[in-house]
């Protein structure tokens, strides 16, 4: 590869920093299309002599660095971009997404086309950030952008990532806060001394004025939003933008402009829309009429993205979905193994060649669903999500059984006094998305179940697949005015090892339900987190919680046992509700005739 950096000068005068990456020998009037990647964690790292010498930058970058090679070679342009207030590039950042960040992207583009190798047609892609940014670009409804390589990102900031079932993420508006804080002010995210020995911080642009300008640009980021004020919110509904007096006047200035687009977008009360403003969902009417091809690419235990992926495959009809046995990180998370294997690389290079490569917009190919079931260690396909299924509804009964039988006696509950040492540690689905590989996911699940309520299937006599998003109804008590209230599908094997399946969880404040916005697909009941529809518990009168777990495929075999496993807290991750001023609550949960709690699994309805 051949690369060269610049600052690209915007609109209003902030500059972006830009590498670009083109084929060694390119013939002069060839012209190849391009990749457009726009990151928040530095574009490229500043590597000092001598590690220079002998280190790349690019194979520092795992998977991307991998697949941008693997791109040039084959014949493409690939242009990385540090965001604007992020990296080497200047400006200030009101919030994640703003509008400003999104407009870049237009203007990124416009400079793409107008460079003599390019061919006019452009891809963008990234992974968790920048896979969001990748789709923002949509929002433009630039031309020349043909497709979208979207790897583990959200589509509804509110509930994929930052309040899941309304519980505040608190281990992830933290510890993501205080990383980009420090990626802003050019510090090395490391605690390694040999990276910190060999890597200065983010790479400025090439020639003269170029330590200058990059310290100009981390000054300007100085006055950056922490991300961290996310936590004073509650609803859906709560504004994202600080405007009080201690602001800071650049801070300000970027908020006066996203008001000015924000209103001109959508109306004088824009912001009532609270955090759908950096919500991809929010901007649907935009995603589907530029219409271009998306591979959304995810893993079951990614987070909660393979949710964000499958809903955002129902939402925009031009995506294909791609979900796989991984992590955050792509590595093989199945407890059966490695099984079969998926070549991830030349999955996005076909899927580029055939919407902006030399074939140029070719039709996506089917199947447009592929997924990986665990347990049978196998790929599927399907035509649509979820594919066809029966629901299959177990019963909470006596004795911490699951039954297939629905309950007859009038009145039946458990009690629980919730313990607020509860949690899934730190090898979970959510310490993925800071930057740790899941080798062994949820190593001490049969000990954490020993501080909560269980329930179980007796040994199955044959194996049972569970594809689609299981669901569960709770009917509950509780001496407090609120609560968190989380669910775990578990596999409990032969010798008593106890394997996470997937999970899910509702703030009992937020479950009334509201219908969802036109096009926006969710897969059952959609609490609807908003202010107006606050709920708050009365102690000791009944509620009913019903919510989705995250989606997963898995197969249970043949001897091993089901699990419902109820709790109260995550104390790793989840805000603690109520806090920890006040007491403990007590819950009840109600299993009787006429209030039934119960999980429904979703059971594939033929052999795939």
């Known amino acids: 590869m051949r690369r060269t950096s610049r600052y690209l000068v915007m609109r209003d005068g902030a500059r ?15 012209r190849i299309p391009a990749v457009l990647y726009q990151t928040r964690y530095w574009r490229r790292l500043g590597i000092r002599a001598p590690f220079s010498w002998f280190v790349d930058a690019g194979a520092l970058q795992g998977i991307l660095g991998r697949i941008r090679r693997a791109l040039v070679e084959r014949g493409y342009a690939w242009v990385d971009v540090d965001v604007r207030g992020s990296g ?18 237009a203007e990124v583009a416009d400079w793409i086309i107008a460079q003599p190798w390019s061919n006019g047609r452009i891809a963008t892609a990234g992974a968790s950030y920048s896979g969001s940014t990748a789709e923002f670009a949509l929002v433009n409804r630039h031309p020349a952008i043909r497709a979208v390589v979207n790897l583990s990102s959200e589509f509804d900031q509110y509930t994929d990532i930052l309040f899941p079932g309304g519980v505040p993420l608190t281990f992830y508006l933290d510890g993501w806060g205080a990383l980009t804080q420090g990626l802003d002010a050019n510090r090395v995210p490391s605690l390694d001394w040999k990276a910190r020995l060999a890597v200065t911080g983010v790479a400025p642009v090439d020639g003269p004025g170029a330590g200058r300008a990059l310290r100009d640009a981390v000054a300007e980021h100085g006055a950056n939003y922490d991300f961290r004020e996310v936590k004073r919110f509650t609803f859906r509904d709560d504004f994202l933008l600080r405007d009080d007096a201690d602001v800071p006047a650049a801070r300000r200035e970027a908020g006066r402009r996203a008001f000015a687009w924000l209103e001109g977008r959508f109306g004088p009360d824009f912001r009532a829309r609270g955090v759908d403003l950096a919500s991809q969902h929010a901007y649907l009417s935009d995603l589907r009429a530029a219409a271009a091809p998306m591979l959304a690419v995810a893993g079951w235990l990614d987070g909660p993205y393979a949710n964000a992926m499958i809903k955002r495959f129902k939402s925009l009809p031009a995506t294909q979905l791609l979900i796989g046995p ?17 070549d991830l690389t030349a999955e996005l290079v076909a899927f580029l060649d055939g919407t902006v490569g030399e074939g140029g917009a070719a039709a996506p ?6 997924y990986y079931t665990m347990g049978a260690e196998r790929w599927r396909t399907a035509e649509d999500w979820p594919p066809p299924s029966v629901r299959q509804r177990l019963y909470l009964a006596e004795g911490g059984r699951l039954s297939a039988a629905a309950p007859e006696a009038p009145d039946a509950r458990d009690r629980h006094a919730v ?22 996911p949820y190593p001490d699940r049969a000990a954490q179940d020993a501080r909560l309520l269980v329930y179980d299937t007796p040994p199955l006599e044959r194996p049972l697949e569970v594809t689609g998003h299981p669901r569960v109804r709770l009917h509950v008590t509780s001496t407090a005015t609120d609560g968190a209230f989380f669910a775990y599908l578990e596999d409990v094997w032969p010798d008593g090892r106890v394997v996470h399946v997937t999970e899910g969880q509702l703030r009992a404040l937020h479950r009334r339900t509201r219908d969802q916005p036109a096009g926006y697909w969710t897969p059952g009941p959609a609490p609807s987190y908003r202010r107006a529809d606050a709920a708050p518990l009365e102690p000791g009168v009944p509620a ?13 075999r043949a001897g091993h046992r089901l699990r419902l496993a109820l709790a109260g807290a995550d104390r790793a991750h989840f805000a603690m509700i109520p806090s920890e001023e006040q007491p403990a609550p007590v819950v009840e949960i109600l299993r009787g005739r006429t209030t039934a709690s119960w999980i429904e699994i979703p059971v594939p309805a033929a052999e795939p």
């Open 419 to 440: 313990d607020r040492q509860a949690t899934t540690g730190e090898h979970s689905r959510w310490n993925t998305l800071i930057g740790r590989a899941l080798h062994t």
């Open 16 to 30: 972006i920093a830009i590498d670009v990456h083109l084929p060694t020998g390119l013939p002069a009037g060839r």
């Open 326 to 342: 991984w992590d955050h990180h792509q590595v093989n998370v199945s407890p059966f193994g490695a099984g079969a294997t998926l």
């Open 544 to 556: 009913v919680l019903e919510f989705e777990l995250l989606p997963t495929s898995y197969e249970f």
């Open 365 to 370: 190919p089917v199947p447009r669903v592929r």
């Open 88 to 105: 080497a590039s200047s400006g200030t950042r009101p919030w994640d997404y703003a509008p400003d960040e999104i407009l870049d992207g």
